[in-house]
C-alpha cells in the first residue's frame, strides 16, 4: 500500500510538551497522543518545526522518537522529522536514527543556505539513497528562504524512495502544478492549516495540521469533509475555525498552539527560547474562544 494511501487524511505535526524547568514532560506528551488519536487523526508527525526540534539536542529527539512509537502502539503510523542544512550530517542522522517503527521521514529543506535548485534537487536525492524509510520533502520557503520550485519537486518524485510531499509554500497555483503532473502514488498534502480546504479541492490528500493538536476532532472531520467533496460541510467547520487560525500563528509558532492547549490542561505553557509563550493578550483571546466553544455545546 502506498504512502498516498496510508497518509491521506490529517497529519497532526504534534507539539513537544516542556515542563517549567524545560525539560520534556513526557507525562504530557502521552496525554496529548492519546487525545488527538481518540479524536481522529490520521497520522502523527514527531519532531517537526511544531515540535520545537531547533532547541531539542540529539538525545532528546531520540528519546521522544522511542516514547512516541511506545505510546501510539501502531494505532496510526508516525513519521519522523529528521532534515537540515548539512547533508553529510543529515545522511548520517539518517542512518543512526531510530526509524524502525517510522512508516516515513519528513525532511525539511535546506535552510539559511539557499542553495540552487539543483543543489536542492542533489540534496534530496542524496537522503533518499541514504534512507532506510521513504521520504517526504518538506517545502516551507517562509522558514528556509528558498522555494523547492514545482519543476524541482516533480524531478524528485521519479525517486523510488521520495513517496512526497508537505507543500507549504501557500502558493495554490504551484500546488496545482505538482498535482498535475505527479506520479500516481505521489503523496501531496498540504502544510497549511488554513489552506486545507482548498488545497485538497484542488487535489491535495490531506493536511499536516498544526491545529489538529488543539481542535484535532473538528479539523480531522473537515479534511474528511473535504475529501469526500462535501464542501458545504467542510466551509462551515473551516469558517469557525478562522478565529483559531488567526491566534494559532499570529506571534510564532507553536506559542499559539501551547496556548490553546495549556487552557485545554493538556501541557503546561512553557517553550524555549528563542521562542516565547503567547503574548498575554492573544493568550487570554484563546482562553475566551475556548470558553465561547464550551458555551455552545
Avoid: W
Avoid at 253 to 260: D, E, Q
Amino acid at each position: 500500500m502506498s504512502l498516498r494511501v496510508q497518509l491521506r487524511g490529517t497529519g497532526v505535526a504534534i507539539v513537544t510538551p516542556f515542563q517549567q524547568d524545560y525539560s520534556v514532560d513526557y507525562t504530557a506528551l502521552e496525554k496529548l497522543i492519546d487525545f488527538v488519536i481518540a479524536n481522529g487523526v490520521e497520522y502523527i508527525v514527531s519532531l517537526g518545526t511544531t515540535g520545537e526540534t531547533p532547541t531539542l539536542n540529539k538525545e532528546e529527539k531520540k528519546q521522544i522518537a522511542e516514547f512516541t512509537y511506545e505510546k501510539v502502539n501502531g494505532r496510526v503510523p508516525v513519521v519522523i522529522g529528521i532534515g537540515g542544512n548539512n547533508t553529510l550530517e543529515t545522511i548520517g542522522e539518517l542512518k543512526s536514527f531510530p526509524l524502525k517503527e517510522a512508516i516515513a521521514v519528513l525532511s525539511v529543506s535546506p535552510y539559511y543556505s539557499k542553495p540552487s535548485q539543483e543543489g536542492l534537487f542533489q540534496h534530496y536525492q542524496a537522503l533518499a539513497d541514504a534512507s532506510p524509510k521513504p521520504v517526504l520533502l518538506y517545502n516551507v520557503p517562509g522558514r528556509t528562504g528558498k522555494n523547492l520550485a514545482a519543476g524541482t519537486t516533480l524531478r524528485l518524485s521519479e525517486h523510488e524512495n521520495i513517496a512526497g510531499i508537505k507543500e507549504a509554500s501557500g502558493d495554490l497555483a504551484q500546488a496545482m502544478e505538482i498535482l498535475k503532473h505527479r506520479p500516481e502514488d505521489f503523496l501531496v498534502t498540504s502544510g497549511d492549516d488554513l489552506l486545507g480546504l482548498p488545497f485538497i479541492a484542488v487535489g491535495g490528500d490531506g493536511v499536516i495540521s498544526v491545529i489538529a493538536n488543539c481542535m484535532p476532532a473538528q479539523y480531522a472531520n473537515l479534511v474528511r469533509l473535504s475529501l469526500d467533496n462535501n464542501f458545504t460541510e467542510a466551509r462551515e467547520i473551516n469558517n469557525d475555525l478562522l478565529e483559531v487560525y488567526d491566534l494559532l500563528f499570529a506571534e510564532n509558532n507553536p506559542a499559539g498552539v501551547k496556548s490553546f492547549l495549556s487552557h485545554m490542561d493538556l501541557i503546561q505553557n512553557v517553550l524555549r527560547l528563542p521562542v516565547l509563550p503567547l503574548s498575554e493578550p492573544l493568550h487570554n483571546k484563546t482562553k475566551l474562544f475556548l470558553k465561547r466553544q464550551l458555551e455552545r455545546i
